[in-house]
T-cell receptor
Framework: NAGVTQTPKFRVLKTGQSMTLLCAQDMNHEYMYWYRQDPGMGLRLIHY???????AKGEVPDGYNVSRLKKQNFLLGLESAAPSQTSVYFC??????????FGQGTRLTVV | SQQGEEDPQALSIQEGENATMNCSYKTSINNLQWYRQNSGRGLVHLILIRSNEREKHSGRLRVTLDTSKKSSSLLITASRAADTASYFCATDGRAGSARQLTFGSGTQLTVLP
């Protein structure tokens, strides 16, 4: 039982490049979330999904897009990376906004 | 803005002492949760308290919830050096028909041996 798996774990991008972060969960959870965590701050919600084929904006959605084509996967895309997107990104899944299970994070640096 | 705000931002205590962290939130909730994060790791769920509950225990953890004041507290009794971590409260708010889980800014707890 892997829980929530994020790939990649580390990435360095140049400004303007694009990339996709993958989150996979094997717990059949309906809810999935993408957060970013910056030094001294808590987790800020980027986008979330309440089921396959659905997505919704969170607190800080600008510059990001998401897709939930399969129930077990939630993809976060950066179309044109900016230095302000340097952060640690966490994916989580849960059953109906209850106990959430987190991945180990993706440390992204945009130079 | 974030739904939950923890207080204090940082707390340093001696091993064996109790640690109390507080969380305030803004809107009505279905439940409130506390999570722990060790440095460089993902968050781990500690305890969930429903909006109709006032107190809940789990091992050395005690959580209280006061919905009239929109606040919660997490008490860790007989702290250990291994309790050193950041602690976050999370609330489930409703945006339209969906429920989203939002986190506060956290309390950094340091337990000195």
């Amino acid at each position: 039982n892997a829980g929530v798996t994020q790939t990649p774990k580390f990435r360095v991008l140049k400004t303007g490049q694009s990339m996709t972060l993958l989150c996979a969960q094997d717990m059949n959870h309906e809810y999935m979330y993408w957060y970013r965590q910056d030094p001294g701050m808590g987790l800020r919600l980027i986008h979330y999904s309440v089921g396959e084929g659905t997505t919704a904006k969170g607190e800080v959605p600008d510059g990001y897009n998401v897709s939930r084509l399969k129930k077990q996967n939630f993809l976060l895309g950066l179309e044109s990376a900016a230095p302000s997107q340097t952060s640690v990104y966490f994916c989580a899944s849960s059953y109906s906004a209850r106990e959430a299970f987190f991945g180990q994070g993706t440390r992204l640096t945009v130079v | 803005s974030q739904q939950g705000e923890e207080d204090p931002q940082a707390l340093s205590i001696q091993e064996g002492e109790n640690a109390t962290m507080n969380c305030s939130y803004k809107t009505s909730i279905n439940n409130l949760q506390w999570y722990r994060q060790n440095s460089g790791r993902g968050l781990v769920h500690l305890i969930l308290i429903r909006s109709n509950e006032r107190e809940k225990h789990s091992g050395r953890l005690r959580v209280t919830l006061d919905t009239s004041k929109k606040s919660s507290s997490l008490l860790i009794t007989a702290s250990r050096a291994a309790d050193t971590a950041s602690y976050f409260c999370a609330t489930d708010g409703r945006a339209g028909s969906a429920r989203q889980l939002t986190f506060g800014s956290g309390t950094q707890l340091t337990v000195l041996p």
